[in-house]
T-cell receptor, first 117, second 113 residues
Framework: AQKVTQAQTEISVVEKEDVTLDCVYETRDTTYYLFWYKQPPSGELVFLIRRNSFDEQNEISGRYSWNFQKSTSSFNFTITASQVVDSAVYFC??????????????FGRGTSLIVHP | EPEVTQTPSHQVTQMGQEVILRCVPISNHLYFYWYRQILGQKVEFLVSFYNNEISEKSEIFDDQFSVERPDGSNFTLKIRSTKLEDSAMYFCASFGTVPYEQYFGPGTRLTVT
């Protein structure tokens, strides 16, 4: 069975601080996909990034960066110079091929990020 | 960019009533999903649908739930007799030829009173 742990329930920072959201996953599959989603107060799920298990390259997109380490089963997300608009719940998810032939993500419980002005 | 749409955005219903949540997946997609998120909790898989039948379902998806693709564009989730604990955000998702890339709709917030 797959599991995603986001140990940080809530993080509160002041604008311009850097913040890292942790994600630890468990799976026995060798092929899997990891995701981060942002859920603003309006409720929709905004896709941020997808990584596959064979690509451990870290990625940077503007103020966002992701650190994927298979050795520790972690896929952490860093926001540099946080802004108030970054305030949201962030979900990490893990997707493996199910017995039914589709990829079904297992979500973590989410980390609520509050950025104060 | 193509997107998944859901209607209504918010539905309020009384306990015991039937509700139908509607989704229009991306037109050339083949796999369709429903997820549920109870307020403040994580997103949970309900059901996946492929080739006009359910391919997988979770323990949450009991006999009160059903899904249908009544025509070539809509994908619906029906809850036969709603309970208070069905109050949640329901997300529809679809994917096509890239099997791990799911596109989520904006969600329908269901409130059961």
């Amino acid at each position: 069975a797959q599991k995603v742990t986001q140990a940080q329930t809530e993080i509160s920072v002041v604008e311009k601080e850097d913040v890292t959201l942790d994600c630890v996953y468990e799976t026995r599959d060798t092929t899997y996909y990891l995701f981060w989603y942002k859920q603003p107060p309006s409720g929709e799920l905004v896709f941020l990034i997808r990584r596959n298990s064979f690509d451990e390259q870290n990625e940077i997109s503007g103020r966002y960066s992701w650190n994927f380490q298979k050795s520790t089963s972690s896929f952490n997300f860093t926001i540099t110079a946080s802004q108030v608009v970054d305030s949201a719940v962030y979900f990490c998810a893990l997707s493996v091929l199910s017995s039914g032939g589709s990829y079904i993500p297992t979500f973590g419980r989410g980390t609520s990020l509050i950025v104060h002005p | 960019e193509p997107e998944v749409t859901q209607t209504p955005s918010h539905q309020v219903t009384q306990m015991g009533q039937e509700v139908i949540l509607r989704c229009v997946p991306i037109s050339n997609h083949l796999y369709f999903y429903w997820y549920r998120q109870i307020l403040g909790q994580k997103v949970e898989f309900l059901v996946s649908f492929y080739n006009n039948e359910i391919s997988e379902k979770s323990e949450i998806f009991d006999d009160q739930f059903s899904v249908e693709r009544p025509d070539g564009s809509n994908f619906t989730l029906k809850i036969r007799s709603t309970k208070l604990e069905d109050s949640a955000m329901y997300f529809c998702a679809s994917f096509g030829t890239v099997p791990y890339e799911q596109y989520f709709g904006p969600g329908t917030r269901l409130t059961v009173t």
